[in-house]
């Protein structure tokens, strides 16, 4: 007997991996060709099929999302002594690698509407930098939640100083703004197949670029930065960070179904905004003006009487994972020495805010008894 009075009696979790069937075909074809290293055609294909879904031009399969941004920070030159602005609303793993090349985080707020970076803060901040002559290496921005940032605004602000920037795409493949994928426009733009994302691998992230010559780099850099001569010879110090073709195979059959994840996730999203938006003091994260988010996670804050903590407890004992949103940056002790620079949005929706759970293979029931759990929850608060 389950411990859970679950429809399935199964835990309902965040967001699991959602195989289709359509993986199978391309792991076999890894099997009989003997290609399982990280090396072969279905690295190819994986980069190929990726770049038709996104009009990403150029892509790298690597061994995840972190490494992906760890590779953005090097091709851009990123190294000791450097700033680099980023923000502080997100998981650490889009800062995590500033820290390895020796450079300094500059924590900023997000957007109180959107969530994503503050931009009017970089732009008031960008021309005082200029000033101090302390303009930041690169910037990265997040696609938070599978909200897509405006990248357009953001390299406008950017590129008269110079200032490259990365988006961290990591939650937001499927997601859309203006017609183009999230993370167009950056200078380059780092993605996730993590078990928990609305796409997975098994574990592994993307590189992609308008700029050649950067991925070229990011690949060669992937793997341990060997030069094209019969021999080990290396020029400059890499990584063992390129994806395996294992990973790259179940990537394939994943992404024929990216437009069905995001339709499910959208249609998730609409349950709950129907079960949960009309109690008072409850907001849903609003898509940004031309967007077609890909809601990996439901995400919205609750009344200020309510503690988000606590809640999270709570459903925890209806075995239901729901989650705090992300703390922020700034407060993390690890971080302790970064600079920031905001209005203390992100902290207060730290506070205030959840996510529910979103994966993919949620049925009726299931979305149901969430909301059924959370009305009965509140009202005991
Ligand atoms: C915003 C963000 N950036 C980066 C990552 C890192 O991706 P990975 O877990 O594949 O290293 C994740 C997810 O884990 C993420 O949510």
Redesign the pocket.
């Known amino acids: 007997m389950s411990a859970f009075p679950t429809p399935s009696g199964e835990r309902i979790l965040l967001s699991p991996p959602h195989m289709s069937g359509r993986e199978r075909p391309y792991v076999d074809e890894v099997f009989e060709t003997n290609f399982v290293a990280p090396a072969g055609p279905m690295l190819a294909r994986f980069e190929q099929m990726f770049c038709e879904a996104t009009g990403f031009p150029h892509a790298v399969a690597v061994?995840?999302?972190?490494?992906?941004?760890h590779l953005a920070l090097r091709c851009l030159g990123v190294g000791p002594g450097d700033k680099v602005w980023a923000p502080t609303f997100?998981?650490?793993?889009?800062i995590a690698p500033i820290t390895y090349q020796g450079a300094q985080p500059v924590l900023f707020d997000c957007d109180p509407e959107n969530w994503t970076l503050d931009l009017d803060l970089v732009a008031e901040e960008l021309p005082k930098a200029a000033a101090r002559n302390d303009l930041p290496k690169a910037i990265i921005a997040?696609?938070?939640y599978g909200q897509p940032c405006d990248y357009d605004r953001l390299r406008a602000l950017a590129d008269p100083y110079g200032v490259p920037v990365i988006a961290?795409a990591?939650?937001a493949v499927g997601s859309f703004l203006h017609g183009q994928h999230a993370g167009r426009g950056a200078t380059c733009a780092?993605?996730?197949?993590?078990g928990?994302?609305i796409l997975t691998t098994g574990?592994?992230?993307l590189l992609a670029s308008e700029d050649k010559v950067l991925v070229e780099h990011a690949r060669n850099l992937s793997q341990q930065a060997r030069q094209p001569v019969p021999y080990y010879e290396h020029n400059e110090i890499g990584y063992n960070y390129r994806m395996s073709a294992l990973n790259a195979a179940v990537g394939c059959g994943q992404l024929e179904v990216l437009e069905e994840r995001v339709a499910r996730r959208r249609e998730i999203f609409e349950a709950y905004r129907q079960g949960l938006g009309n109690q008072a003091g409850v907001k849903f994260l609003e898509e940004i003006s031309g967007a077609r988010a890909n809601r990996w996670l439901t995400v919205l804050t609750l009344p200020e009487e309510l503690d988000s903590a606590s809640i999270v407890a709570e459903l925890d004992r209806y075995g239901i994972e729901a989650r705090q949103l992300?703390k922020p940056m700034h407060c993390q002790k690890a971080l302790a020495d970064a600079p920031y620079i905001g209005r203390n949005v992100a902290e207060s929706l730290f506070k205030c805010g959840i996510c529910l759970p979103s994966g993919s293979a949620m049925v009726e029931d299931e979305i149901r008894f969430v909301i059924e759990a959370i009305l009965s929850v509140w009202n005991k608060a």
Not at 90 to 94: G, Y
Not at 190 to 194: E, P
């Open positions: 061994a995840s999302g972190t490494a992906a941004i997100t998981f650490i793993a889009s997040v696609d938070l961290d990591a939650e780092a993605f996730s197949f993590n928990n994302k574990g592994g992230g992300w």
